[in-house]
């Protein structure tokens, strides 16, 4: 079937974005008897963060228990909901550590295989949150091998996918259910594509921010065509951030790199973190606390490094591509390529040579730990609208394990596909009531790049590793001098510059509204986590064009209270420096 007869055709299943959660999703729709469409504005097998993210270990969180023989399934639950600081839908947690083991075996079905042990068990590593060693994985390949397995069966089931179509909105009938997808290709036209159930698996929007570890593109097309069509958002505030390079390549800089006691300097070649850091904390121990902790978080003293680094950052006294330097070089050159193989080849084949030279890099947004409201369906508020990956809210909250989302892409994407496919063998197809909008263009506005640059900044200086009501107020008021300035652009500029926009309205929402410090969300004029006041999923949907913010209280029985209370991701003792 040619891509004209594709777009042409009634669907069953239409699935938004090709990463690793929407090919999950268009096998399980497959699987189910569903006529099922992929559509991507990249070239499925080349899209989105899953194929596109490097680091030294990609992991796939899965508790098979062959590293530690006391792990299970259950366990794997607590640890999400724990890292997570209660604030997730527990039965949603749970379904991702329950399914994740036969979801990782899907993948090896389909023909590629994960690191083994010589006795056949899998190689499983400790990774941040998780009580076991359960991380699977197959080095920086992991993320790039789950995606050849999944072309590889999608190819096998000549499922449909089609790229170079980029989301304008959702279609929406007289009922209210979501029937389908309005699209734009390369040249700007609109196309209208119709089915019974729509799954978005759009990932996240990263690049909302100044710098990000994330892909062309990902500025939260799913999440702002859900919120207008009248889906709820959950956990927007929520944004996991890590030390990451951004140029030439995209590549985070994990454990290994903070356990060799790196040299840390500015733009100017100044040493920072002794002058930055309280002095009552030790600076040893919190290099060695970033060692354990990829994402920033308020849950130990490296906490302290991230903040510093920020601050050197959002100060100006950056690099040439806007952050500072970690320094690895005093070690010895045999040292490093014993400790640090992997990351080593990896970079060296990108001509970046740490044994040589110090690397830049800058906090970087990685994931969206909220997304589209759902439930253990997949599905949205909306009939007909399902959502996995990243573009999914809900299951996780405050901070989630390393691991996690792998196991969720494929977890959730199969649910999602599956709901999705018995969604439309109930409802058949429906038409939708008018078409989409456009984002107007004024020829003589300024260009969208311009403001989109301006936006992004904005959003990083006030929205990522430290918040306060001042900074956040800031940054809102450059959305809104954004949202009222005249643009000039394509129509793939000004989609991405409308859907920025609207993302970011969301995110600045709701990490305002939570006044405390939990998890990925440091609050530096509310430096406390606040119990159980804040244990809450705060939802965002629109009305009218204003936003509305409401909380789901997820149910905590007194054990697992206890469990929070006594763990060490509930940091009890107050963070310094922020008086």
């Not at 058949?428 to 909008?437: C, D, I, L, P, Y």
């Amino acid at each position: 079937m040619s891509a004209t007869d594709a777009l042409s055709h009634t669907w069953d299943v239409l699935v938004v974005g090709a990463g690793a959660a929407g090919l999950r999703a268009a096998i399980a729709a497959h699987t189910a008897g569903a006529r099922t469409l992929v559509v991507d504005r990249g070239t499925p097998g080349r899209a989105g963060t899953t194929v596109a993210a490097a680091s030294d270990w990609m992991a796939f969180g899965a508790a098979f228990g062959h590293r530690d023989p006391e792990d299970s399934p259950e366990q794997h639950g607590i640890d999400i909901r724990i890292k997570g600081g209660l604030c997730l839908l527990p039965r949603l947690a749970c379904r991702i550590a329950e399914d994740a083991p036969a979801r990782l075996m899907d993948i090896e079905a389909y023909g590629e295989r994960f690191d083994r042990a010589a006795d056949g068990t899998y190689l499983q590593v400790h990774s941040d949150g998780a009580t076991c060693a359960r991380a699977c994985g197959r080095g920086a390949d992991t993320g790039p091998m789950m995606i050849r397995a999944l072309m590889a069966e999608c190819d096998r089931r000549g499922i449909e996918r089609v790229g170079g179509l980029q989301l304008i909105d959702l279609a929406v009938s007289a009922e209210g259910a979501v029937v389908g997808a309005s699209l734009a290709d390369a040249e700007g036209h609109r196309l209208a594509v119709r089915a019974a159930a729509t799954v978005l698996t759009t990932g996240g929007a990263g690049r909302i921010f100044e710098h990000n570890a994330l892909p062309a593109g990902m500025y939260g097309s799913g999440y702002a065509a859900a919120l207008r069509a009248g889906a709820r958002l959950a956990n927007m505030e929520f944004i996991q951030i890590g030390p990451c390079i951004g140029y030439p390549v995209k590549f985070a800089l994990s454990g290994i790199f903070w356990r060799m006691n790196p040299r840390l300097t500015n733009g100017m070649g100044h040493e920072f973190l002794l002058s930055s850091i309280p002095s009552s904390v030790d600076v040893a121990h919190a290099l060695h606390s970033k060692g354990h902790s990829f994402p920033f978080t308020v849950r130990n003293d490296s906490v302290y490094i991230d903040v510093a680094i920020y601050r050197e950052i959002a100060a100006g006294r950056g690099g040439p591509h806007g952050g500072v330097f970690i320094d690895v070089s005093h070690t010895p050159r045999e040292e490093l390529e014993r400790r640090a193989a992997v990351p080593l080849e990896h970079l060296l084949a990108r001509g970046i040579d740490f044994r040589e030279r110090p690397m830049e890099f800058a906090p970087s947004i990685q994931h969206c730990n909220g997304g589209i409201l759902i439930d253990e369906r997949a599905a949205a508020d909306l009939p007909g609208l399902f959502a996995a990956g990243e573009a999914a809210g809900g299951q996780h909250g405050a901070d989630r394990p390393g691991g996690n989302a792998l196991a969720d892409s494929q977890v959730f994407g199969h649910i999602a596909g599956h709901s999705a496919a018995e969604h439309a063998r109930q409802a058949g197809a429906a038409e939708a009531t008018e078409a989409a909008s456009m984002p107007g263009e004024d020829l003589n506005g300024r260009p969208v790049a311009e403001v989109l640059d301006r936006v992004r900044r904005a959003m990083w200086v006030g929205c990522s590793v430290v918040r306060t009501d001042s900074g956040l107020a800031e940054a809102q008021a450059a959305v809104d001098e954004a949202l009222a300035t005249p643009v000039a652009g394509s129509l793939a500029e000004r989609l991405d510059l409308r859907d920025a926009l609207t993302v970011a309205r969301t995110h600045l929402a709701s990490a305002r509204r939570r006044t405390e410090s939990r998890g990925t969300h440091l609050r530096a004029d509310h430096p406390v986590t606040r119990d159980p006041e804040w244990i809450r999923v705060q939802t965002v949907s629109e009305r009218d064009g204003a936003l509305v913010i409401e909380d789901i209280v997820p149910e905590v029985d007194e054990a697992m209270m206890s469990l929070w209370q006594s763990s060490p991701e509930n940091r009890r003792e107050p963070l310094l420096g922020f008086e």
